[in-house]
């Protein structure tokens, strides 16, 4: 079974390539972001209690998350392996991840971060903007938060995946295509 975190900078195409992965090899991608919906709108207890902090405008803890993630796991026992997109954003969070997949026999198989320049990232956010209706993307300035966050915030997790020598690169500069082969020939190698 291979587990893929997908790691990128806001921008980067993580959702365009988890779809291509996806049908490439079966995988099952799991957004902290769709879980997060999906568990409010179906009124779980988890949904509902991830609910009551963002009500309150905290962040959801990262155990409940982790609960989320763990009976999203539980629904695919026969995945041949998961991509993770938008989860682990801390360190806490990795360690989190580790210790759930270690409780099913199983790990993080590796990394694979995209790697953008700041300034195509930008312009990637301000073009979606344009027809996604997102108004976090047709922002400079809640663009340029939204790098800085990342950058502060969660890029220093790929220092953990290093340490365990599954961080992989991956050049997130080119055709949707050209970055797909690249994803594509670094999981082949695993």
Do not use: C
């Amino acid at each position: 079974m291979l587990n893929v975190v997908l790691f990128g900078p806001p921008g980067a195409g993580k959702g365009t390539q988890s779809a291509f992965l996806v049908e490439a090899y079966g995988f099952i991608h799991l957004s902290t972001g769709d879980v997060f919906r999906a568990n409010i709108k179906g009124a779980t207890p988890l949904g509902t209690l991830a609910k009551s902090y963002m009500d309150q405008g905290q962040l959801v803890p990262d155990s409940v998350t982790i609960d989320m993630l763990a009976a999203e796991l539980a629904k695919y026992p026969a995945a041949p392996g998961f991509i993770f997109d938008g989860f682990p954003r801390t360190g806490p969070q990795a360690e989190a991840l580790d210790a759930l997949l270690s409780g099913m026999n199983a790990s993080v198989t590796a990394m694979l971060a995209l790697e953008v320049p700041e300034t195509e990232l930008k312009a990637r956010l301000l073009e979606r903007g344009k027809t996604s209706g997102r108004p976090d993307d047709a922002d400079p300035n809640v663009i340029q938060k939204r790098i800085d966050v990342y950058n502060a915030d969660t890029a220093p997790v790929q220092h953990f995946y290093e340490a365990q020598g599954k961080y992989i690169g991956i050049p997130g500069v080119g055709s949707i295509e050209e970055i797909t082969q690249r994803l594509k020939v670094a999981l082949d190698t695993l």
